[in-house]
């Protein structure tokens, strides 16, 4: 038997996981179609692992080391060449079982040009099985549906983007303009204080040489209508000062 193109150790490093739930199997003295059995070496400390009634010459080893965060098992497999090729094939029926585990078997009927193009899209895509071929149309296609509502669902987004910034711009605006308002009537009240205080000094000044003059005057009431008209009117003159 000539030598394998992968080394058993090779072998053993690559699908931890499904490796040892195949060797599991395999080793389980309740499976009558099990292929290996696991022998203590006390010398060693170690577990080896090799094929039920063993007659040939074992000369393959490899070293099994498997760990997954709660399971730690480790483990010599020693193997003659046509053991190992025995127990790769069986493995490549497992792993292939394994995986179609959750497959249907489905039969269709194509035209003959359907089945041509399918073979064509099979080499085109270096696909192992035309059912493949299939699989990526079907995938393609939904794909695609899913890109184009994806589309849809961007569209939707931006237009009530657009809204939400055509509102925030308002809104902006409105600021600004009450800013300057605010302002306005900031400069105004500004203005209308020193009135207020030129006024009051005036009085003040006016009230001092009256009494440094012993002159003696009265100022009649001012009627309460006519200080009602001109706090409107000083309204007024504000609002076409704001508005204009």
Known sequence: MSRPEISLQEWLN????????FLQIEMDPKNADGILQYIPNQQENRIHIT???????????GLFNYNNGQQYFISYVVLSFDQY??????YRRFDRKKNESGLLKK????SQQTASNIKKLKNYWSLSREENVIENLINSHLNRKEIEQTKIQLNTKLIKANILNQ?????????????????YLSKKIKEMEKLLAVEYLKSDHYK????????????SKIDEEKIQNKIMEIKENLKVSIYS
Not at 51 to 61: D, I
Not at 209 to 219: F, P, V
């Open 107 to 110: 039969q269709y009927k194509f």
């Open 14 to 21: 690559t699908d931890v996981d499904q490796k040892m739930k």
């Open 51 to 61: 094929f039920r009634n063993n007659t040939q010459n074992l000369e393959l080893s």
């Open 85 to 90: 090729n025995k127990l790769r094939a069986k």
């Open 208 to 219: 001092y040489l009256l009494d440094e003059n012993k002159i003696e005057t009265s100022i």
């Open 167 to 183: 509102a925030i711009d308002k809104l902006n605006k409105d600021i600004y303009d009450l800013n300057n308002k605010n302002e």
